[in-house]
């Protein structure tokens, strides 16, 4: 078929952005993908679709179209679920090339297109046709399992993996992982690892940028060269036909993960009540009549990564869930009865584990305790205060809500009004004094109260003079009218900073 006929069919709502000449190019194969550079998976006359998960910073788009245009890609179909919208520069970058751009409407999948595509071809291949008539996972396995005659699996490093009907022993799995661990780059592979007497062929699922512990893999049982060309057409169209149900996968997640980001994102920063915000979660997908557990998740400061690993790993769980963007990290929802919600510590700290030898930095998460839809704030602090304490890890670490400072949680089940009226009732006239001054002694109170009174240890901190800082100190309690030497006014100090660094990261 041709470009044109992918534009005139209204069933896919295309938008065209450039290269209205080029519409009469064949299309002879269609290619997901959402590596930055993915010409070497090319061989000519692809039409590309990617979810725009490469594109990150200034000159990724020109490198991705200089990939596509040197392997021969007749045109791009930029999906939107991501970015709302096809990037300026991806456009300039496909109209300087020549290479036709389409826009795919949020609501309409990858999916959708591939169908269309494979209706119009004189032959289609068996697996691909089978992903885009509806088939899941374990149907397409099954009968790749059936051509090849031979057990295949998709194993994801995080702990969960799919079967043609042979299960895949726990400690082969394992086995499996460390050995794609070692190598995840598809240049490596495929490489045999050696299960018992017979070898596995394992190699990667071309997906998106995700940290090598977020990806999928295939493994086959048996010599990856056997039967020659045969068994080779039917892993490229088994390859093919599980990338397209990852972009699949991750369209969805993305989509749901955008609705529930906006709910969470109310909760913290608004003053909306818990029927909004319940109301903002019913199209999650999770079940509202069970109660939840909020899950906060870090990866230094990429939160694409930290994303597309918490989703795997909130996969690999068996409990329902939807994983959001929060900042610079993640932020996920698990909703089951209350006795399926008490093993996730156990189930998310084996997970995480698994995956510390594939992450570029560790993974740390907070997990919160059992609540209600409406407790929903309470749970969302309580998370956010295990992650802080799991961050001062340097390795991969998961923190309870169950073991947080008690004040912490108390912290977490103050109403909104009663906090903020609080932290500005005890700190108020300190900021209102810095602010027109341009003092520190908000900064110096806390160093104060961080080193328990200790006058050289807080100086040394500060760089400045002991006598500088009973300065500040005196000029705090003067201001303030209260006195630090007595506890219960280092308590109130100490609580009401709490809330106002808090206040900060929200």
Same mark, same amino acid.
């Not at 394992?202 to 699922?205: D, H, L, M, R, T």
């Not at 699949?248 to 993960?257: L, P, S």
């Given at each position: 078929m041709l470009l044109g006929d992918l /534009?005139?069919?209204p069933d896919l709502g295309l938008v065209l952005l450039t290269g209205r000449r080029h519409l009469d190019r064949p299309v002879? +194969? /269609?290619y997901i993908t959402d590596l930055l550079d !993915? =010409?070497?998976y090319l061989h000519g006359g692809e039409l590309v679709l990617t979810g725009m998960m490469w594109h990150n910073r200034p000159g990724d788009a020109e490198r991705f179209v200089a990939a596509l245009t040197e392997a021969g890609a007749v045109g791009l179909v930029a999906g939107t679920a991501r970015l709302g919208r096809t990037p300026d520069d991806v456009v300039r970058e496909c109209e300087k090339a020549g290479l036709p751009v389409f826009q795919l409407p949020v609501e309409v999948s990858f999916n959708a297109v591939t169908e269309r595509v494979l209706r119009a071809a004189p032959t289609r291949r068996e697996l691909v046709g089978r992903v885009a008539a509806g088939a899941d996972l374990g149907e397409v396995l099954s009968a790749a399992a059936d051509e090849l005659g031979a057990a295949c699996w998709v194993v994801s490093p995080a702990g969960w993996s799919a079967s043609s009907g042979t299960e895949l022993a726990d400690q082969d799995r394992r086995a499996l992982v460390r050995s794609f661990l070692e190598a995840p780059d598809p240049a490596d592979m495929p490489r045999t690892v050696a299960l018992g007497e017979q070898p596995v062929a394992?190699? !990667?699922?071309e997906s998106g940028t995700e940290p090598p512990a977020a990806r999928w893999f295939i493994a086959l049982r048996g010599e990856h060269s056997a039967r020659g060309a045969q068994r080779d057409t039917v892993t490229a169209d088994l390859a093919t036909a599980v990338a397209l149900l990852r972009a699949? %996968?991750?369209? @969805?997640?993305?989509? @749901? +993960?955008r609705s529930v980001e906006i709910a969470l994102d109310r909760a913290l920063r608004t003053s909306a009540g818990p029927q909004e915000i319940v109301a903002r979660l019913e199209?999650? =997908?999770l079940s509202l009549e069970d109660p939840l557990r909020v899950v906060a998740a870090s990866m230094g400061a990429d939160a694409d990564r930290a994303v597309a690993l918490m989703r795997e790993i909130a996969a690999s769980t068996g409990i329902p869930s939807v994983v959001a963007c929060a900042g610079r990290g993640a932020r996920a929802l698990f909703s089951a009865p209350a006795e399926r919600l008490s093993e996730l510590d156990g189930l998310l700290r084996r997970a995480v584990a698994e995956t510390e030898r594939g992450a570029p930095e560790p993974l740390r998460v907070g997990i919160s305790g059992t609540s209600a839809a %409406? =407790? /929903?704030r309470g749970a969302l602090q309580e998370a956010g205060y295990a992650r802080g304490i799991a961050g001062k890890s340097p390795h991969a670490a998961v923190v309870s809500g169950a073991q947080l400072a008690s004040h912490q949680v108390l912290l977490a089940a103050v109403p909104d009004d009663l906090r903020a009226s609080y932290r500005d009732r005890v700190l108020s006239e300190l900021t209102d004094y810095d602010r027109a001054h341009r003092s520190e002694l908000v900064l110096t109170l806390r160093s104060y109260l961080e080193h328990a009174g200790s006058w050289s240890r807080c100086a040394e901190q500060l760089h400045v003079h002991v006598n500088t800082l009973r300065y500040r100190v005196r000029r705090i309690e003067e201001i303030t009218g209260r006195d630090l030497s007595e506890i219960s006014t280092r308590v109130d100090f100490w609580l009401a900073l709490e809330l106002s660094e808090e206040n900060r990261a929200l």
């Open positions: /534009l005139s069919d002879r +194969g /269609l !993915p =010409g070497r394992v190699w !990667p699922v699949r %996968t991750d369209q @969805a997640r993305e989509i @749901a +993960g199209n999650s =997908g %409406t =407790g /929903l």
